[in-house]
């Protein structure tokens, strides 16, 4: 038992440092958001980074992907540099760095983007109600109800005497 709880607990720490090692490390910003994360040729996509600093500005490079160069500015709270390209429709499917150089300091910051072929689907959630032929307990005609639950009461009730009939050794 404690030979498997010390493998179970150096398997844990192996993993968890592992973990550590290949997360990446964003002291300061964060690194670089792009979304949607997944696009088809010819969306639009926007980027922006906390990396630049309050009120900064940067230069894209999205000609990976074949978009060419685009500009960041502040975008209203001016605490994240932002801005926008569109994906040219003769892009092929696959994974594209897009790299951003802030305007102060020089500072490089880097995201992905997958372009695909087909469009993220939306999750649709189902409404209404099911159609299956059965008829439901509401809306129904009282003495048609009184009629069922008569029915079940009789079935029951004849249920339980010829079983306790059986007991008695009376027979069916």
Same mark, same amino acid.
């Given at each position: 038992? $404690?030979?498997?709880?010390?493998?179970?607990?150096?398997?844990? =720490? +192996?993993?968890?440092?592992?973990? =550590?090692?290949? +997360?990446?490390? &964003?002291?300061?910003? *964060?690194? @670089?958001?792009?979304?949607?994360?997944?696009?088809?040729?010819?969306?639009?996509?926007?980027?922006?980074?906390?990396?630049?600093?309050?009120?900064?500005?940067?230069?894209?490079?999205?000609?990976?992907?074949?978009?060419?160069?685009?500009?960041?500015?502040?975008?209203?709270?001016?605490?994240?540099? +932002?801005?926008? #390209?569109?994906?040219?429709?003769?892009?092929?499917?696959? !994974?594209?760095?897009?790299?951003? !150089?802030?305007?102060?300091? *020089?500072?490089?910051?880097?995201?992905?983007?997958?372009?695909? @072929?087909?469009?993220?689907?939306?999750?649709?959630?189902? $409404? *209404?109600?099911?159609? !299956?032929?059965?008829?439901?307990? #509401?809306?129904?005609?009282?003495?048609?109800?009184?009629?069922?639950?008569?029915?079940?009461?009789?079935?029951? +009730?004849?249920?339980?005497? @010829?079983? &306790?009939?059986?007991?008695?050794?009376?027979? #069916?």
């Amino acid at each position: 038992m $404690r030979r498997t709880a010390r493998l179970l607990t150096g398997t844990a =720490l +192996a993993v968890g440092a592992a973990a =550590l090692a290949v +997360a990446p490390a &964003h002291a300061d910003g *964060g690194g @670089l958001e792009v979304s949607p994360a997944s696009v088809v040729p010819g969306g639009d996509v926007t980027v922006s980074t906390a990396d630049c600093g309050d009120g900064g500005t940067a230069a894209g490079d999205a000609s990976a992907v074949g978009a060419g160069d685009f500009t960041l500015a502040p975008d209203s709270d001016e605490q994240r540099a +932002a801005g926008e #390209f569109r994906v040219p429709p003769s892009a092929q499917p696959g !994974t594209y760095e897009i790299v951003v !150089t802030c305007s102060e300091g *020089g500072k490089r910051v880097s995201g992905d983007l997958v372009v695909t @072929l087909t469009a993220p689907r939306e999750q649709v959630h189902p $409404r *209404g109600s099911v159609k !299956t032929g059965v008829g439901g307990a #509401f809306d129904r005609d009282p003495v048609q109800t009184a009629v069922g639950v008569s029915a079940l009461a009789v079935a029951a +009730a004849g249920g339980t005497w @010829l079983l &306790h009939r059986r007991a008695r050794g009376d027979g #069916f």
